[in-house]
């Protein structure tokens, strides 16, 4: 029998038309560069070109992180008709970057979205050698000063995890969840910290086993992995991988609940797809474009380690749609969390939050800001397994 008890991916281009509801608000970004706006736009890194690129570190099909970014580019490319959209499959996380992206620029491309965590050093490095164009990193943070024509950004990942172990709390009926992870960075550590929170806010029994395959996408490994955690009882998995097929096709066959990533993969589990956590990219980079063609993009909230969540309300990492399984009653119990994490003095990781051995973290009373939780270096109580040694 299967162990749900219980009996939806759309189509491929997901949410890259969307409209931005709300305006960024500079108050979540840390701003560290002292220069001012150019002020004029023919001047302004960034402006006077014909093209704009995008680099991915997969494929654009990957049912996961590169397939989002590159539904985001397309509205881009949907949004500024008159210039050239460039985009780059399968760039590797070194020099190849750096020459991909050099190339695009002897193309015409004045802003470049390197769209993965690894392509800081790349971006950093193309930025410095043409400050004429801007260049945006999407996951990443640089430390110290930010240079004129540079910026990061990202959604507060965290959130929606949240949310959907909440889902996954109310689910299991083992108690035990899964969670495949690429790397021990601090995004997959939130995430992970995250979603054990989120369960146990409405199971106090349930805990996450987690697994890291060393990979942003390697299918063998993912297999491997996954097997291992439904070998142990785990009925719910969740991940934080680029290409999320895989582990979710692998659930599925075996009966088991899937908690999706980066992008809507419904369509692969339609009786064990619980609900998810996606990119909902577009808005988001046409508003980056529109201020770099505008020529406001030094000083402006984006030249900066840029993030934004629920309190601004326009986090764009989304909760994704809820599947079969998911009652009526849990939907509120979500709705009910989100509101609170939304408030001001709302976070997954309000205080008190105790690590694995015990040792209080956040205390009481307390609410982390954004850069305190993307430098978290531990597991919550209620994980098992180990951060791997470098």
Request: a negative charge.
């Amino acid at each position: 029998m299967s162990i749900r008890g219980l009996s939806r991916r759309s189509a491929l281009a997901a949410t890259a038309a969307s409209t931005l509801a709300a305006v960024l608000l500079a108050g979540c970004a840390t701003n560290t560069t002292t220069a001012a706006s150019t002020g004029d736009a023919a001047e302004a890194p960034g402006t006077g070109g014909t093209a704009i690129g995008f680099i991915f570190v997969g494929p654009k099909d990957d049912y996961g992180y590169n397939q989002a970014a590159y539904a985001g580019s397309q509205a881009v490319a949907a949004a500024y008709p008159d210039l050239e959209v460039l985009t780059a499959e399968n760039v590797p996380e070194d020099d190849n970057a750096t020459r991909v992206m050099e190339s695009m620029i002897r193309k015409g491309a004045k802003i470049i979205f390197a769209t993965s965590y690894g392509h800081k050093d790349p971006a950093l490095k193309v930025a410095a050698a043409n400050p004429d164009v801007v260049v945006l990193q999407q996951g990443n943070i640089v430390d110290g000063d930010v240079p004129p024509n540079f910026g990061t950004y990202f959604g507060t990942v965290y959130e929606p995890v949240y949310l959907a172990g909440i889902v996954a709390g109310k689910t299991t009926k083992t108690n035990k969840l899964g969670y495949v992870y690429a790397f021990p960075i601090s995004q997959t550590l939130d995430n992970i910290n995250a979603f054990q929170l989120g369960a146990a806010s409405v199971n106090p029994d349930v805990k996450t086993y987690v697994v890291n395959t060393s990979s942003w996408c390697d299918p063998a490994k993912q297999a491997e992995a996954t097997s291992s955690l439904l070998s142990q009882g785990v009925d719910v998995i969740s991940q934080h991988q680029d290409c999320t097929a895989t582990i979710i096709r692998t659930t599925e066959a075996a009966g088991a609940y899937t908690v999706g990533y980066h992008a809507d993969a419904s369509e692969l589990a339609p009786t064990g797809w619980l609900t998810g956590s996606e990119w909902d990219w577009g808005p988001l980079y046409t508003k980056m474009v529109r201020t770099v063609l505008d020529g406001e993009f030094t000083g402006s909230e984006y030249n900066a380690n840029f993030r934004v969540g629920l309190k601004t309300g326009d986090n764009p990492f989304v909760q994704s749609a809820y599947g079969p399984a998911v009652d009526d009653a849990t939907k509120d119990l979500v709705e009910q969390a989100k509101a609170k994490i939304s408030a001001e003095d709302g976070s997954p990781f309000a205080g008190p939050v105790v690590d694995q051995a015990g040792t209080v973290r956040v205390p009481a009373d307390t609410i982390p800001d954004y850069q305190t939780i993307e430098s978290i270096d531990y597991f919550v109580d209620g994980v098992v397994g180990q951060i791997p040694s470098s």
